[in-house]
């Protein structure tokens, strides 16, 4: 094609273009003639939206997740809109909006026809810097239509902003507009898109930064300064030079924003801690009783449990899993980039929490390897930190010896030591384990360990996974028995015994004769278990059960539910024990404290139903009162930078040693403070260092001034708790039986099948092992006054762990490796033999569902009259004609949040 042809062709199309932009004007100015006019008014009226709504203008943030000791583990939402008042915003603001959309904004009356003359003629000439709509027009498309480009659309624009500019003042309309438009970068409004952009309030932009966020409208993506910052640029000098124009800022002014950086400071919110089961355990608790909505909520939810207590257990669960994992051997490199047998990339093996996926490059034998990670660092490991992978796994009851460890491209893990000098070979474990903790006393959950680690395993096995409690559920049906008059000195026989074709064994093989019922328990012997259970009642124990939290439907009705073939989440296992701990009572587990808006106002706080109302109501005031106190004095620490909990903080990040066998091994004591402090100085040294840290807290004071809506300003503030009085928690079980449990809970530590616990040096501790056939689950549930702990250990898939994986060998030691750092330094108690709460047992009710209403009945089906003089209950709902459920897989997915966070049993 010539230059002329080509030269033609582009005229052509330029007049056509002008042609029909002439004629959609001219359509649009027909239309404004009053008949046409007020006839299409008639027919698009009825369909136009109430106003009513528009200046209530929504609060959108992320909604933030804190731990009891206020730390940010969790940040939910991408979507950020603060509004505000006609008076918030700066005048300058405003000259840049109406510069870059809308200049005739507080002269015209809706519609602008310059605006649409300027639209089409810079729509023809391909140089478009503002848009055809004003203001008000730009409104009723964001508040109430879509931005489909249809001709019918377009009309119902134009007169609904004619309906805006009737019914509101410019300042309204200019506040609508500033609040609702999208800004990029999520930002909606211009609050926010000062923060998102700048972490400035709007008094603190400049006129550069002003014009930058003006520039935004029109096209959030294609003038975005993270993204196209030379186009930003361009177009917000182009806006500066308007502003000029307009006489809205001077010479000087311009000249200085223009020359102006683009200068961004992005908000960035980081966690102060990486706990992303609780995170996840309270975003779905969230999303489940309030909808999707809550992510954008601006809510800060605050937790019962502490970031120091949880890293605790986090670490507990792994050096746990980690000591089992060595027991059994190497099992080999997960993936090799050249062998097709298990071919693998390094670029999709994740990070591990400090394990780091790299590719063999070099095989020393006998002297380690070499190895390159993703970024392409070369690290070396050295033969005295892979040893430990000479003993290979074969299959969970046998292994081998051999030196060859690693070949040339295998994928292995490695991870370094405390001062990153060393690494290591490591071996992510196959095998998984959970550990919640509970205050008996409340149910506040103290900490919950759903896996290994989050990002291998996001499944919560702690409060999701059903698996058989094996021995932890005896005492429960122990408990039965002593309701009924058995005392643990009850002689109980453990000869054989055969029900049917079912022939019981004890684990030993071996049959102690008539031996006490506490004897029985605290060695876990299985045909004592079944004769307590036959004498009880089937029936009678699955009734107490349900009352303990876990789920009848779930509990077989056959005498092997006295060896736990029935199915119980560690969550209710706990629950259950709880039981034992505070005296008789049910506590209903909880893990949101408080919840709080984006402002601090709060929202909602926890009023659980206690152990012993009475004893906490008796000692509200002063509680109130020392809370207070403490809240005071940690502000004042803080403030002077001595802050507990910056000191507690710093603590809990130091490197963990995983790998250290022994779980209650001494932690390495500081150094000598005094010898260092030794080290002489000269007094020009000292004042070069108290005038630079003077510079330093200067700098730091200016920035915080002027970078004053950053995302720390954003955290929650930190406030006392004030508790109200409490209500008195169902009791299930007598004190005097509760007590005789406990005791012989202890007796499991002292003198049974956990007297490997005894290592922990307290009296004031007592629990239960637990394993299941082929040791497919380990468990150990422990209890102390002031914390239950249950530990469950096992594959996703149930196979045997191995023929001495007994509860006592994998999970009690995450036990004590947890309990031994929880109560260090605490005095030793233990449950009381009195009825604090002076409350009574009742049976449990039922409410049955009728197509009449409720009633109350009993277990045995007789119905309840009202008495209101009767103490807290455990009720349970259901309909009278409703069958047991088909039992659900072990790792379903079912757990209900809601229920969790409420005072009603778990199993309702």
Known sequence: MTQSTAATFTWMKFLLNLLVAILAFLFILVLAFPIGFYGMAMYISPSLPS??????????????????????????????????????????????????????????????????????????????????????????????????????????????????????????????????????????????????????????????????????????????????????????????????????????????????????????????????????????????????????????????????????????????????????????????????????????????????????????????????????TQIKVPWSNMRWATLHYRNPNSAFISNNIVNLHDIVYVTSNADNTSWSLVQIPAVEGSLVSVNP?????????????????????????????????????????????????????????????????????????????????????????????????????????????????????TLSLALGSGEATPLQMATGYATFANGGHRIQPYFIQQIFDYNGKLQYQANPKQACAVCFNNDLQQTNEDNLTAFQEQQTALLSGQSKNMQAGDKATEKSDLFNANPLAKTKEPENLDKQDKKKISKEEAALEASTQQMLARQASLEAQLYDAGPDTDKLKPMPIQYIAAQQAPRILSSNVAFQMANILRDVIQRGTAIKARALGRSDVGGKTGTTNDAKDAWFAGIHPRMVTTVWVGFDQPIGMGKKEFGGVAALPIWMDFTSKMLKGQPVEWVSVNNRAKSKKQEQETIELTDNGTRRVDSKGNEITSDDSKPPQAVTRKRPEEQASVPMPTTGNNINYAQLNSNKPLNE
């Open 51 to 376: 106003l009513d709504d528009l200046k209530k203008a929504k609060l959108s943030m992320p909604l933030q997740i804190y731990t009891e000791d206020n730390q940010l583990i969790g940040q939910y939402g991408n979507d950020m809109s603060l509004p505000v008042s006609y008076e918030q915003i700066p005048k300058n603001m405003v000259n840049a909006f109406l510069a870059a959309e809308d200049s005739s904004f507080f002269q015209h009356s809706g519609i602008s026809i310059k605006g649409i003359g300027r639209a089409l003629t810079e729509a023809v000439s391909e140089d478009s810097q503002t848009g055809g709509s004003t203001i008000t027009q730009q409104v009723a498309k964001n508040y109430f239509l879509s931005s489909e480009r249809t001709l019918n659309r377009k009309l119902t624009e134009l007169f609904l902003a004619r309906k805006i500019e009737e019914k509101l003042s410019k300042q309204d309309i200019m506040t609508l507009y500033v609040n609702k438009i999208y800004l990029g970068q999520g930002a909606y409004g211009i609050k926010a898109a000062a923060k998102q952009y700048y972490s400035k309030s709007l008094n603190n932009l400049t006129i550069a930064e002003m014009a930058m966020i003006a520039g935004l409208p029109k096209a959030p993506s294609k003038y975005n300064p993270v993204a196209n910052p030379e186009r930003a640029l361009e177009r917000r000098n182009w806006i500066l030079g308007q502003m000029l124009k307009n006489g809205a800022i001077s010479q000087v002014q311009h000249d200085e924003a223009v020359a102006a950086p683009i200068g961004l400071r992005l908000y960035q919110a980081k966690l102060d801690k990486n706990l992303p089961y609780l995170a996840e355990m309270t975003r779905a608790s969230l999303v489940e009783q309030y909808g999707e909505a809550v992510i954008n909520s601006g809510w800060r939810v605050k937790l019962t449990i502490n970031s120091e207590a949880q890293e605790i257990a986090e670490n507990a669960i792994k050096r746990g899993l980690f000591a089992y994992d060595r027991r059994h051997g190497w099992r080999g490199a997960p993936a090799n980039t050249k062998d097709k047998e298990k071919l693998g990339k390094l670029a999709n093996f994740p990070v591990i929490h400090s394990f780091y996926p790299v590719e063999v490059t070099k095989v020393y034998p006998g002297n380690g390897f070499d190895a390159v990670m993703k970024d392409g």
């Open 441 to 557: 006393e409340t149910g506040a959950l103290l900490a919950v360990v759903g896996g290994f680690d989050f990002n291998k395993s996001k499944f919560n096995r702690a409060i999701q996974g059903y698996r058989q409690p094996g021995s932890t559920i005896k005492p429960l049906v122990y408990t039965t028995a002593l309701e009924k008059g058995f005392s643990p000195d009850t002689m109980i026989s453990d000869d054989p015994l055969t029900v049917g074709s079912w022939k019981p064994k004890n684990s030993d093989g071996r049959n102690l004769g008539m031996i006490p019922l506490r004897k029985g328990l605290y060695l876990s012997r299985n045909l004592v278990s079944i004769r307590v259970l036959r004498s009880a009642g089937i029936s009678d124990t699955r009734e107490l059960l349900n009352e303990f939290g876990l789920e009848k439907e779930r509990m077989p009705n």
